[in-house]
Each structure stands twice: as structure tokens, then as C-alpha cells.
């Protein structure tokens, strides 16, 4: 358990100092650029950020021994710890979305390009390389790290295709307004991952029975194998 313990925290430390460094570019970015799309990608990225720190601590503390005053152990900060992490990035949906609506004189340049084309790459090596490592540990929280990457590498897609079209905007007015529907659009994909992250994780604070009846029945099976048990509930 140790053994996988470190490996697993080793690849988050990595994957923390990827994340801080494409959060970092693209925030500047996108102030150098007066890009609201490309300062909520940056948030968007912070949000990875902050979720490989909190997914650090949680696994730390949910791996430590039972003891007489934890008889159950500590599984369930696992749950706590995700549960923080949702509101955090709640928050940060929220204000990606009102500061996408601040007027600002646009200076789209290559840099920009370069910035948002740099960390889709960064970020799908990180992704790539957090599934690799999640599916060999058989780690969720690796797993789970790796599709947030992903995640971000598409909203990183959205906001390249906002660069593009407000180079049109002299011809087509209408793409003058790119920059906030992408900020909104993408403040609104990081609610919907903290809704789904809350959601999830409150019910398996709480406590959720197994639905699937395959799974229930195998371990009725596997009970009925120990004469001194008997099955009550699952």
C-alpha cells in the first residue's frame, strides 16, 4: 500500500506543477490579450490545480490506519475532501462567468496562440500519462485527474476557435461577441463538473445502497460461501 501510495502522490505532484504552469500561462494570456475566454480556460485549468492539492491530502489521511477512536478508518475524507473541491470550483464557474461580461478593447496576437496551443499540448501529456499511471495503480483519483486534463484540453479547443472567429469580427460583427460567449460557456462547464463532483460524492458520503443486481447476487454468492454468516443487507 505504501509502494502505491507514493507512486500515486508522485504523479499528482507532477501533474500539480503542470497544471499551475498552464493555469499561470493562461491567465497572463489572456490579460495580455484582454481575453475573458482565455482567462476563464486559466481558471479552468486553477481548477485542476486545486484538485490535485486537496486529491494529495485526502489520499494521505484516507490511507491511514484504523484506530480504537476511528474503528472504521478514514476512508470517507476521500468524500470531504471532493466535496471542497466541488465548492472551489463552483466559485470559480461563477466568477468566470461575470468576468466574462467586463468590456475590454481586444489585442488578439500570436502569443495568445501560442499560449493556448502550448498547454493543450502540456495537458494532453498530462492526461495521457495520468491514465497510464490511474489504469497500472488501479487508482480512481489518477483516473479521475486524467479526465479532468482532458476536460480541460477541450474548453482549451473552444477558446482557440474564439481566437479565430474574433479575427473576423470587422466582417462579421456578430464575432465580436465570441470572446464572452466562450467565457460564459466555459464558466458553465466548470459548474457542471463541480455540480457533478458534489453530487456524486454526497451521496457516497451519506451512503448509497448497490442497485446493480449482477453485483448484489455476486456477493450474496460469495456471503453464502461462509456457513457462520449469515446476510442480512447490503
Known sequence: MKHKLSKEIKVLIYSMIINFGVSTMKVLGGALCNSKSMISDGFHSLSDFITDIVAILGSKISHKRANKRYPFGFGRMEYLTDIFIGITIFLLGLYSIFNSFTKVNHSTNIVCLII?????????????????????????????????????????????????????????????????????????????????????????????????????????????????????SL
Open 116 to 232: 493556448i496551443v502550448l498547454s493543450m499540448l502540456l495537458k494532453t501529456i498530462n492526461s495521457k500519462i495520468l491514465m497510464k499511471q490511474g489504469i497500472e495503480s488501479n487508482s480512481p483519483i489518477l483516473i479521475s485527474s486524467s479526465k479532468e486534463s482532458f476536460d480541460d484540453v477541450a474548453s482549451s479547443i473552444g477558446v482557440l476557435v474564439v481566437i479565430i472567429l474574433e479575427q473576423f469580427s470587422s466582417i462579421i460583427p456578430i464575432f465580436k461577441y465570441a470572446d464572452i460567449v466562450g467565457g460564459v460557456i466555459i464558466g458553465l462547464l466548470i459548474i457542471r463538473t463541480s455540480i457533478h463532483l458534489l453530487k456524486d460524492n454526497v451521496i457516497s458520503l451519506i451512503g448509497q445502497t448497490e442497485e446493480n443486481e449482477q453485483i448484489t447476487e455476486k456477493i450474496k454468492e460469495i456471503v453464502s460461501e461462509f456457513k457462520s454468516i449469515k446476510f442480512s
